[in-house]
């Protein structure tokens, strides 16, 4: 399969330009220079930063340049470490991955939609000419099945737009299902050669997810070890009423394995064998419930297949988040984890 070159090891740096605060004490200090270092010192190869449309435009969509600060210093940076970065639009006006942001109407309004366009178009204006640099990364995590074939529409339109002023830059598609490894299929083919098929894995959910606070159905007791018993998962996701993202039924009696996470690429690394394109997981990782020594067990399963097969990865996420790698939880497994990264 076509490998990402450039973008095969990195990290998320989730809730930097995304997700949390806009104000300028955050912006200035989430992330700073030393964090681009220390990334680059880990021996990764890039970064992967979710923006939201807030720092780049008004609500009245009216421009603002103080996202596009940030990225340029971001871009300084990575080109200083030996890094590469992914611009992740994570959310646009009218649609975000997660719907206690408030945003909707995107997928049923042209006006929504242009200005979704317009916006790449200004990103891709300023960083078109860094392909070597920076990927672009369209939308993070469609969610609804039935807004494929919108969705594909809205792909076409808007490489079509980025094009003009980013002939060679990378560009990452997601498919619907919070970015699923099993949505890709519907994806339509690349339109050339720099498109990236892109998908997100937090398998197995019970055990990367336990206790989130945002899954309705989780509650904070619940607690799951890696690679724990599969006849206990089974057990806990009906009792949890979690069968709507995941009953294990087609998990052998072996249970979790790197085995486990070969099956569940192989489909989509066929599938960009054929199609002649590069597949790239944008985030995977484990939430802070989770032991050390059960996360350590489990970056090394997926990254043995991530490495079998060429598929390049980003690792969610840097810090905070619920999911931080350099949370003082995982200190004393942090060099080996970054091994497996």
């Not at 992914?86 to 309004?109: A, N, P, R, V």
């Not at 317009?118 to 300023?126: H, M, N, T």
């Not at 607690?223 to 052998?252: C, F, H, W």
């Not at 990254?303 to 931080?324: E, H, L, P, Q």
């Amino acid at each position: 399969m076509k490998r990402f070159e450039g973008f095969m090891r990195g990290v998320n740096f989730g809730g930097w330009l995304s997700q949390l605060t806009y104000d300028k004490e955050h912006l200035d200090t989430y992330i700073t220079e030393d964090d681009f270092k220390t990334v680059s010192e880990w021996g990764l190869d890039h970064v992967r930063i979710p923006v939201d449309y807030n720092i780049f435009e008004t609500a009245e969509g009216e421009p603002l340049e103080i996202g596009f600060g940030y990225l340029e210093s971001a871009c300084k940076w990575c080109e200083k470490y030996g890094l590469r970065m992914i611009i992740d639009l994570h959310k646009t006006y009218g649609y975000s991955y997660e719907t206690t942001y408030g945003e909707s109407g995107f997928f049923d309004s042209e006006p929504l939609q242009e200005r979704f366009y317009k916006l790449w178009e200004r990103i891709a204006e300023r960083f078109g000419n860094k392909p070597q640099t920076v990927a672009f990364e369209l939308l993070n995590e469609v969610n609804d099945a039935s807004l494929s074939d919108t969705w594909n529409r809205i792909i076409r339109t808007v490489i079509g737009r980025i094009r003009k002023t980013a002939p060679d830059t990378y560009i990452l598609v997601g498919g619907y299902w919070n970015n699923s490894v099993d949505a890709l299929k519907d994806l339509e083919a690349p339109y050339d050669d720099k498109i990236v098929y892109n998908f997100h894995c937090y398998d197995p959910f019970l055990f990367t997810h336990q206790a989130a606070y945002w899954v309705p159905e989780m509650n904070s007791e619940v607690r799951a070890s890696y690679p724990g018993d599969i006849k206990e998962y089974r057990r806990m996701m009906v009792e949890l009423n979690l069968t709507r993202i995941q009953d294990y039924n087609d998990v052998p009696d072996t249970g979790f394995t790197a085995d486990y996470f070969d099956g569940r690429f192989a489909h989509a690394v066929r599938l960009c064998e054929e199609r002649g394109c590069s597949l790239y997981c944008g985030e995977y990782g484990v939430i802070e419930h989770a032991s050390a020594e059960d996360c350590l067990r489990w970056y090394s399963d997926i990254s043995t297949v991530f490495n079998k097969y060429g598929i390049g990865r980003s690792a969610w996420s840097y810090k905070a988040m619920d999911f931080g790698l350099t949370d003082e939880r995982l200190k004393d497994v942090l060099p080996e984890l970054i091994t497996k990264l």
